[in-house]
């Protein structure tokens, strides 16, 4: 049960900066409408973000990884179920690195 | 269902007990889907060395699973401050609109019941609390009954997700690893909204992330460059197809800001 200071001050500046968000978002575009330029980036930052963080692994990944992604695609489409998704795509990597033996 | 009085007289806004513990009893249905999520994030954060005081400590007072992943994803030993901090900040900033969304709520709210319940927002009580605001409800404790809610359910989720990590020792380069490629994968399919609106944006990401990562440009720089350029691309789309195309009725473009695909995520 060890608590190590590094690593707590990161939680802490995550904890602030996401304390920020929920609670300063409400408060500042209350009062004031961000230019449209902003407005539209803030709504296109969470897809191009997830983007730019799956991209790289599955470039560099061998064709198991990709079978793991069609998967997860596919059963997100198909169930809508988060949790469910991300199994299937595990179970598919999974099974195609048994195959590639 | 008894229907509401046709001329309710008083429009005004509540806060009771009543709301808040239907708004966790409606949170039950929620905590199965929860768990696979849950569990990568507590596995990720033992394989990274974080304790389990720690992990627990980061979901009760952080709870921002996708923030979570991602800054456990740039993890390094001591803990990296800054990177943590610019992860959260750029996940969660899609937060910042959902209160604002909410305002006919939470502007009747003061002292704890406001800052409180705003600081258990989250995708799924953002995406109920407009649905139940939609369909005519005005006690606001439901925003914050979700939020809690949740909230255990996060907890619990991602303390089994340490305890399995720490009891089996997952090798590097398991499949259980996809499980983060996965989760944002699975997140990116909700969030999608045709390839007029995405595709460029998210495609222009993925390639400059790549090849900042091939550069050998330090840890968060490939994610925050793509990201940045990608978002930039996809505001510059959707301001000039604004611009070319009259808007149909006056008025239907200053609609309140919507969070990201109600409805999909943990």
Wanted: net charge positive; aromatic share 8%.
């Amino acid at each position: 049960m060890e608590l190590r200071l590094d690593v707590l001050l990161a939680i802490l500046a995550m904890t602030v900066v996401t304390y920020a968000c929920r609670a300063g978002g409400y408060a500042v575009l209350r009062a004031v409408r961000p230019p449209p330029f902003v407005d539209a980036m803030l709504r296109h930052l969470p897809g191009a973000l997830f983007a730019a963080y799956v991209a790289p692994p599955l470039v560099a990944g061998s064709w198991p990884a990709w079978i793991g992604a069609l998967a997860v695609v596919g059963v997100q489409l198909g169930t809508r179920n988060l949790g469910v998704a991300i199994c299937a795509g595990v179970a598919a990597v999974w099974g195609a690195q048994a195959l590639a033996g | 269902m008894e229907g509401p009085a046709p001329h309710a007289p008083d429009r005004r806004v509540i806060f009771t007990r009543a709301g808040i513990l239907r708004g966790a009893r409606d949170t039950l249905p929620l905590w199965l889907g929860m768990l696979p999520f849950g569990l990568v994030v507590g596995i990720i954060a033992d394989a990274k060395g974080l304790t389990f005081l720690e992990t627990v400590l980061m979901s009760a007072i952080v709870y921002a699973g996708a923030a979570q992943l991602l800054a456990l994803e740039l993890w390094t030993d001591p803990a990296p401050i800054g990177a943590a901090a610019l992860a959260a900040l750029v996940v969660n900033i899609r937060m910042a609109p959902m209160g604002a969304a909410l305002a006919g709520w939470l502007d009747r709210l003061r002292g704890w019941r406001l800052w409180g319940t705003l600081a258990t927002m989250v995708d799924h009580s953002f995406a109920m609390a407009v649905r139940e605001q939609r369909a005519g409800g005005r006690d606001a404790g439901y925003l914050l009954g979700v939020g809690l809610g949740l909230w255990v359910a996060w907890l619990l989720c991602t303390a089994i997700g340490h305890l399995a990590g720490s009891a089996v020792r997952v090798p590097p380069g398991h499949p259980l690893y996809f499980a983060s490629v996965a989760a944002f994968l699975s997140i990116m399919v909700g969030l999608w909204r045709g390839p007029r609106v995405d595709l460029g944006p998210w495609v222009v990401a993925g390639l400059l992330a790549v090849a900042a990562h091939r550069a050998g440009l330090p840890a968060p720089v490939p994610l925050l460059g793509g990201t940045l350029a990608g978002a930039a691309l996809g505001a510059w789309i959707e301001l000039r197809d604004q611009a070319r195309r009259p808007p149909p009725a006056a008025g239907s473009a200053a609609s309140a800001p919507q969070g990201p695909a109600p409805g999909d995520r943990g």
